[in-house]
């Protein structure tokens, strides 16, 4: 555990035991560690410690809830760059320890091209054209409806982001890949209401940023004995 060494590099005097390994099912009302140390250094790093737990173990657990709503299908679900300033390493931990796959952690692994990009380089044709100059291959490319989506595939993209489509869009979007290796990964609003509807359509991911950005903190309190 990550907190195991935040503590051994502020405090040589303060043992902290895992009861449970990351990851792990934990039942309500269970100890999930033990701290052993002089009193006046464990309060003193309580509420940093708390914070961190309670934070990512949210994290952790709104991921494991939509994970287990794709576990019968073939889609895989991914976190997103939606995480808090300083804290994107840990979070997507916290999304890989609820059984997520982790996105890109910045541009650096893959371009992007989103609707903004599309807009002020002056259209998807303009932005097929630098592509093709370049001959830039390592790329996503959000799409927003049917249209987009033909004309990519035409050009041979071999990865799109469909972004805020309906169900039936992404159903006929996925049918105008047959026969072809492109990868499709949903994205816009998708969370643990709404999952369900798109889990079953074949895409290879979902990626919501619900698990970062909406995950809800869970209750865990340091209690002295």
Do not use: W
Not at 77 to 101: N, V
Not at 127 to 152: A, H, M
Not at 192 to 218: E, H, M, P, R, Y
């Amino acid at each position: 555990s990550f907190i195991s060494r935040f503590i051994k590099n502020l405090s040589k005097n303060i043992k902290f035991v895992c009861v449970y390994e990351d990851g792990e099912i934990v039942k309500k009302n269970q100890v999930i560690a033990k701290i052993y140390g002089n009193s006046r250094s464990i309060l003193a790093l309580e509420r940093t410690i708390l914070n961190f737990l309670q934070h990512l173990s949210g994290i952790s657990t709104t991921t494991y809830f939509l994970v287990k709503k794709l576990e019968k299908s073939k889609t895989r679900l991914l976190d997103t760059r939606k995480t808090t300033t300083g804290l994107r390493k840990l979070e997507k931990y916290a999304t890989r320890t609820g059984g997520a796959k982790n996105h890109r952690l910045n541009l650096n692994e893959k371009i992007l091209i989103k609707d903004n990009h599309i807009c002020i380089c002056g259209g998807i044709d303009c932005v097929l054209k630098v592509l093709k100059k370049k001959k830039i291959t390592n790329y996503q490319i959000e799409c927003d409806n049917l249209s987009q989506v033909r004309k990519l595939l035409n050009f041979g993209c071999k990865n799109l982001l469909l972004d805020n489509m309906t169900p039936k869009s992404i159903k006929k979007s996925l049918e105008l890949a047959k026969g072809k290796k492109v990868e499709f990964e949903l994205s816009g609003g998708i969370n643990i209401k709404n999952i369900d509807k798109f889990a079953n359509l074949g895409a290879n991911f979902i990626s919501s940023g619900a698990i970062t950005q909406s995950a809800q903190k869970v209750d865990i309190g340091l209690d002295i004995f």
